[in-house]
């Protein structure tokens, strides 16, 4: 079976700028979570979604935001790029949204703001 | 708030030595508890967990057990090798937040 696939796989934009990342769950699972990794840090939690609701936000500001769609494929989106949002975004899905689940993770997109 | 304390590494060890990696945390319910690991330039994978107190899991020679009393989650294994090199994160999913705490991670590097 397909893991979680994540897309770009890279990326570089520029301050003010606009990003799109996209991650595919895998098969039956329902859940997906996105997490910030910065260099050197562990993963911080930004959104997760379960049937397409938002049922978790971390601590970012609004220029982050996500959906997920009908066939459970998400979308994180972050508006006016700034330098330190430069780091490996990790996508990860569950099968349902309980603690005590197991999230899979994505290789992940890391973006690079110039 | 829930936080993971993470043992500050680099560690190095030679290899078939003996590794421990201590973790613990806080929590404000009844956390599950999870080890990941990241090898160099890949995302993150699952290593082992425990859902509930006295829980031992393990996994590729990697144990762990959920230690209520002592709020901890210590990562061991008897004999490492050099594929074993790789960043450990120790993680908790709290009963009140589906979302992982991760720890900052520790850089373990095996030397033939």
């Known amino acids: 079976d397909a893991g979680v696939t994540q897309s770009p796989t890279h990326l570089i934009k520029t301050r003010g700028q606009q990003v799109t990342l996209r991650c595919s769950p895998i098969?039956?699972?329902?859940?997906v979570s996105w997490y910030q990794q910065v260099l050197g840090q562990g993963p911080q939690f930004i959104f997760q979604y379960y049937e397409k609701e938002e049922r978790g936000r971390g601590n970012f500001p609004d220029r982050f935001s996500a959906r997920q769609f009908p066939n459970y494929s998400s979308e994180l989106n972050v508006n006016a790029l700034l330098l330190g949002d430069s780091a490996l975004y990790l996508c990860a899905s569950s099968r349902l949204a309980g603690s005590q689940e197991t999230q899979y993770f994505g290789p992940g997109t890391r973006l690079l703001v110039l | 708030g829930d936080s993971v304390t993470q043992m500050e590494g680099p560690v190095t060890l030679s290899e078939e030595a003996f590794l421990t990696i201590n973790c613990t945390y806080t929590?404000?319910?009844?956390?599950?508890l999870f080890w990941y690991v990241q090898y160099p330039g890949e995302g993150l994978q699952l290593l082992l967990k425990a859902t509930k107190a006295d829980d031992k899991g393990s996994n590729k020679g990697f144990e762990a057990t959920y230690r209520k009393e002592t709020t901890s989650f210590h990562l061991e294994k008897g004999s490492v090798q050099v594929s074993d090199s790789a960043v450990y994160f120790c993680a908790l999913s709290d009963v009140w937040a589906n979302n992982l705490f991760f720890g900052t991670g520790t850089r373990l590097t095996v030397i033939p």
């Open positions: 929590a404000t319910g009844y956390p599950s």
């Open positions: 098969s039956g699972h329902k859940s």
